[in-house]
């Protein structure tokens, strides 16, 4: 008789020991659970009288009794875990977990809590291992997988944070392919702030085939073309920001005069803000122009743009400019009086200046890409153009 004979003959004999030990915990069971109630009045009793360890204790050997009180002890460690008690969370989880006779829902929804508790304690390893697991038996998936995100965000692990995004969105049936571009973006700003430019323009090049309306891309990919030498190339990218949203026209305008003058190509900057005002209007545009005007034409010339500009579109960012060229040739008799009424337009303007979530209304001086408010992508624009 050889081993696999053996094993087959045992096979019964341990599937009936297994059948009579499963009667036994059954026949304990239904014995024990009588005593249900009172363990859990002891606890409540805990409770109320804020001594929630020894309480903890109580729950925890009512639950070795019965599995059914899973849900009150997963509402329980949910409930310490908002309250910011994260290790008292820790301890009823991992008791839980600990239980044979959960079942997989029950199982897998104390895992998700307990990866919780470890997100909330900042062991951010613990957590991600345990959402690891979830997400490969495919359980909970959706908010698994946005934990999951959150982790990498946090950590700044862009590769993992887009393949997790590609299943998010493939779960959630949402396109966040813009999302994706961040991503992308956020690889090259690192990849740029080592002076590594190939792997940024690679990065890139995969931001904009993710999403081509990706301004982010189209500014950082003009930014290095800048950083090379090339003026050419780094207006052509900026350029592109026209098309993608005109919203952040703002942020290269600046940048595109500066590259002219890079090139001492005085016409070619002219032409540009001429035609670009053309088609856009816009704020930003409008007080760039107006300082090529002053720069090639002197101050009168400016002064006569801004002034038929506030006759179309009275605004305070105009007013402003039209005080600084005013200041240039003030005399000292009527200089003071400009000062204080320039002080008085800039305090109104610091109202129209700066950017603002379109989500949670988050208000900020710096562009961020990713809202501190709602921790939204993409929410954020420039509020001037408006
Ligand atoms: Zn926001």
Not at 43 to 52: A, I, K, S, V
Not at 99 to 128: C, I, M, N, V
Not at 260 to 266: A, G, H, L, S
Request: proline share 2%; charged share 25%.
């Amino acid at each position: 008789m050889n081993a696999t004979d053996l094993l087959w003959l045992l096979l019964p004999l341990a599937a009936a020991s297994g059948w009579l030990a499963a009667r036994f915990e059954q026949k304990r069971h239904a014995r024990q659970s009588l005593d249900l109630p009172s363990a859990y009045f002891k606890g409540l009793n805990f409770l109320l009288n804020e001594q929630p360890d020894k309480a903890i204790e109580v729950f925890i050997r009512v639950l070795e009794v019965n599995s059914d009180t899973v849900e009150t002890h997963l509402a329980l460690g949910n409930l310490f875990r908002r309250r910011g008690e994260v290790e008292r969370a820790i301890r009823i989880h991992q008791n839980l977990i600990a239980r044979p006779t959960l079942d997989r829902e029950q199982r897998s929804q104390a895992l998700l809590e307990l990866g919780q508790d470890y997100l909330k304690a900042g062991l951010f390893d613990r957590a991600e291992n345990l959402f690891l697991e979830l997400a490969e038996i495919r359980v909970h998936s959706e908010q698994v997988l946005k934990l999951l995100l959150h982790i990498y965000q946090q950590e700044k692990e862009w590769e993992k944070a887009i393949s997790i995004t590609r299943r998010l969105a493939r779960v959630s049936g949402r396109n966040m392919d813009d999302t994706i571009a961040q991503f992308y973006c956020e690889l090259a700003d690192q990849d740029y702030a080592h002076r590594n430019y190939a792997g940024a323009r690679e990065h890139l090049k995969r931001a904009l085939a993710s999403d081509d309306k990706c301004v982010r891309a189209s500014m950082l990919l003009g930014d290095i073309a800048a950083q090379e030498g090339k003026f050419r190339d780094a207006i052509g990218y900026w350029c592109r920001v026209e098309e993608q949203d005109m919203h952040y026209l703002g942020e290269v305008a600046g940048r595109i005069a500066e590259a002219y003058k890079q090139m001492n190509d005085e016409q070619g900057l002219y032409d540009y803000f001429r035609d670009a005002l053309q088609r856009h209007g816009g704020v930003s545009l409008a007080l760039a122009f107006a300082d090529v005007i002053s720069h090639r034409d002197g101050v009168p010339a400016a002064e006569k743009f801004i002034v038929d500009w506030l006759r179309r579109a009275p605004n305070v960012h105009g007013l402003h400019k039209l005080l600084e060229l005013n200041l240039v040739k003030a005399p000292d008799s009527g200089r003071n009086d400009l000062l204080l009424l320039k002080g008085i337009i800039e305090d109104l303007r610091a109202q129209h200046l700066g950017y603002a979530c379109g989500q949670c209304g988050f208000k900020g001086k710096t562009l961020h890409w990713l809202c501190p408010g709602c921790n939204r992508w993409n929410t954020i624009k420039p509020v001037r153009e408006e």
